[in-house]
């Protein structure tokens, strides 16, 4: 057994393996069965004015080119960093989902528009200073993530945001 699969049995073990239905794999965060049981369950739609949900939708720009020219190993990584900076953007109240591939999402349940745009802004912010750490990567390593925002209210158009981390 090499040791990264060893690592990884160690850490899991014990672990319940119905959390997988909620949860992807690869970044130990939410998945898109999460969002869609959460936005059919437990979202109450009837009262959504006094009960705002916001969501912060990004994707990975050109990840096809960081698998490319640096491996699937190396796009994994990049991936797991980029939940990691969910994670803490969204804090104890939001919600980190991976809903495909390098599409993220993060669900902001009680949320309003402002309040998205401060979460988005923390994202970006963390995006600049926080390091990708990326084992057995040569050369500059540049990860960008466009950022939308969209409120359950039709009234409200998104802004979009990109920025770069070198």
């Known amino acids: 057994m090499a040791y990264e699969d060893l690592l990884h049995f160690l850490q899991n073990v014990g672990k319940d393996p119905s959390r997988l239905i909620f949860e992807d794999e690869l970044t130990g965060i939410y998945n898109r069965r999460f969002l869609l ?7 109450p739609w009837d009262s959504i004015e006094n009960h705002p949900v916001s969501l912060l939708m990004m994707d990975v720009d050109h990840f096809k080119q960081i698998n490319d020219t640096h491996g699937h ?5 990049a991936l797991v960093w980029v939940a990691s900076l969910l994670r803490e953007a969204a804090g104890d109240s939001g919600h ?4 495909a591939g390098d ?3 993060i669900l902001l349940p009680r949320v309003d528009k402002q309040g998205a745009i401060q979460v988005g802004e ?4 963390l995006v600049h200073t926080k390091p990708v750490l990326l084992q057995e990567t040569e050369g500059e390593f540049s990860i960008t993530l ?7 209210s ?9 920025h770069s981390h070198r």
């Open 37 to 43: 049981n959460y936005l059919q369950y437990k979202v």
């Open 73 to 77: 190993e190396t796009g994994d990584q």
């Open 96 to 99: 980190p989902i991976r809903y």
């Open 103 to 105: 599409e993220f999402i």
């Open 122 to 125: 923390r994202l970006l912010e």
């Open 146 to 152: 466009s950022i939308r925002d969209r409120f359950c």
């Open 154 to 162: 039709s009234r409200c158009p998104g802004r979009q945001r990109s």
